[in-house]
């Protein structure tokens, strides 16, 4: 059966891309400037995550070959999740494989809980399949329009409990979920689930994410992150209270009978952490990247939304303008980052993801691309 997220049925092969170095790849045999992706601040060819990969892989081996609930609760596993409590500011975190799976996870853990699930019309696909783990009847709302919430509620007599699921920031786009506004509308006993995947160490004055944006309480609110984002390494967690991580770790086969993340791959996301921590130049310099792209954009005409994500859409009208700006940004030695997406328009567009490295001519290039 197909996902009803995706926009075509016909196979297309994606492209072959090969990262040379923090911003280029190489496609085709040729080098290009490389904004898509996610790797906000090139943590993933950081050096000393890179030694700290390598320095796993020599003690520990790849993998510890158990699920975590039998032989397999490695220390390292502690370790993690004590400094993503510590960051984040969260009562406790789980660690699962992926941050899809820690979504997926979650909904096992919760299924049965509510009456009825709240979900944006644009949430990210591993939102829309753990919704349908919920085992309640689940609703779409207009997107990041907490009056539409308001308007199902009030409309909902038969639900006593609700749950709502957003994105923190949306991927194709870099808009923020309006959490204030959420939870102000909601009923008092209901819970908020962000999936801050694209957010966590990106919003925020210290990068933790949106709630850390907006100014929020997380007593209400589940927080799940990935660490093959912003943190350039892999795997994902669910920050939340300590009920839900027992109900992760008693309900949860996705936790229970999973081989959690490879060792190596624990201590580079430790690393990754502590790296991000250390070097505040990187959220500096990816905010300053960010401002300086919009602004130089808005300031020649262009429609850019003033959102505050690291990220840059661009929609044009027609198949000959899609080719046209393809073509000029080839000529300029950048890889064109058109896609189709879930949450994105419908034919697709091109989204151009900044990046903390990215230096001044690169971003004065891509500007002047899309500016013709």
């Not at 020599?58 to 993998?63: D, H, M, V």
């Not at 992926?98 to 709240?118: I, K």
């Not at 992150?225 to 996705?254: D, E, H, N, P």
Request: glycine share 8%.
């Amino acid at each position: 059966m197909g996902h009803g997220w995706l926009y075509e049925t016909r196979v297309i092969e994606p492209p072959l891309l090969q990262q040379i170095d923090r911003t280029y790849v190489l496609y085709r045999g040729h080098k290009y400037s490389y904004f898509s992706g996610c790797d906000y601040y090139r943590l993933s060819t950081h050096p000393e995550v890179l030694r700290a990969l390598n320095a796993g892989v020599q003690r520990f081996g790849l993998t510890v070959a158990a699920s975590r609930l039998t032989t397999g609760n490695h220390p390292l596993y502690g370790e993690l999740e004590r400094r993503l409590t510590s960051f984040f500011k969260a009562p406790t975190a789980t660690v699962f494989s992926s941050g899809y799976v820690a979504n997926l996870g979650v909904a096992q853990a919760l299924a049965g809980g509510f009456d009825c699930a709240l979900m944006d019309e644009r949430a990210h696909a591993s939102l829309a399949d753990a919704a349908s783990w919920l085992a309640c009847p689940v609703v779409r709302f207009q997107h990041r329009d907490a009056q539409d919430v308001a308007r199902i509620v009030r409309n909902g007599a038969r639900a006593s409990r609700f749950i709502l699921l957003t994105d923190g920031l949306f991927s194709h786009d870099g808009s923020v979920a309006p959490l204030k506004e959420l939870l102000e509308v909601l009923p008092r006993n209901s819970v908020v689930w962000v999936d801050d995947a694209h957010a966590a160490g990106v919003l925020g004055r210290e990068g933790k994410g949106t709630l850390e944006h907006a100014g929020v309480s997380r007593s209400r609110i589940i927080q799940t992150i990935t660490l093959g984002k912003a943190f350039g390494v892999y795997g994902g967690a669910v920050l939340g209270s300590a009920s839900l991580r027992r109900r992760i770790l008693s309900q949860s086969s996705l936790f229970v009978g999973n081989t959690p993340m490879p060792l190596p791959l624990v201590a580079a996301a430790i690393q990754a952490l502590s790296t991000f921590q250390k070097d505040r130049s990187l959220l500096t310099r990816l905010f300053a990247n960010t401002k300086y792209v919009k602004d130089q954009l808005r300031e020649i005409g262009a429609a850019i939304p003033d959102t505050p994500g690291p990220i840059v859409s661009v929609a044009p009208r027609d198949r000959r303008a899609i080719e046209a700006l393809k073509k000029h940004l080839l000529a300029a030695r950048i890889y064109p980052p058109f896609i189709r997406y879930p949450g994105g328009p419908a034919d697709g567009h091109f989204r151009f993801a900044l990046s903390s490295e990215h230096t001044r001519l690169q971003l004065d290039t891509l500007i002047e691309v899309i500016s013709k």
